[in-house]
């Protein structure tokens, strides 16, 4: 499994907070309305049980992400995942520069100039997908085999 810029917990809809982001089956799923935290308290369900993932997972995350916490979240991943002591590599992937933007999956893909404008990571999120390119690429080449 591969989650760029992750959370932990299923999280409510945006904006505004009015419900599920999420459904299953077309059944809402559990949702927290603590939209900025790694350990919500408002309903335990709402967070996903990464632990019972089986295979390797590859997280990566921005430390100044503007959307939401995703190293913190990003963290409370792997402390679960190492927590199972499985057989599975899971490795984590931070920059503490970058924002949400390293989600964008691959580098060198264009973006408007409006992005660029706007945020005000955007250099910092460009460079961090060049750097994790290769991890991701590297990460799904072991999978395979």
Known sequence: MIALVPSNSSICSYPGCGGPAWTLNGRPLPYTRQFDNP???DDPAAVIPVQRIR???L???GGEDQV????PYAGRIMSRLDAR???YAHVAYAYPHAGHGVGLFTPYEPEGTA????DTTFAADQQAR???WPHLVAFLARVRS
């Open 85 to 87: 002591h499985d057989r």
């Open 59 to 61: 997280v990566a995350c």
């Open 130 to 132: 060049i750097l994790l």
């Open 68 to 71: 939401w916490s995703s190293c």
């Open 55 to 57: 295979g390797p997972v």
């Open 115 to 118: 992005a660029a404008v706007a």
């Open 39 to 41: 350990a919500p308290t």
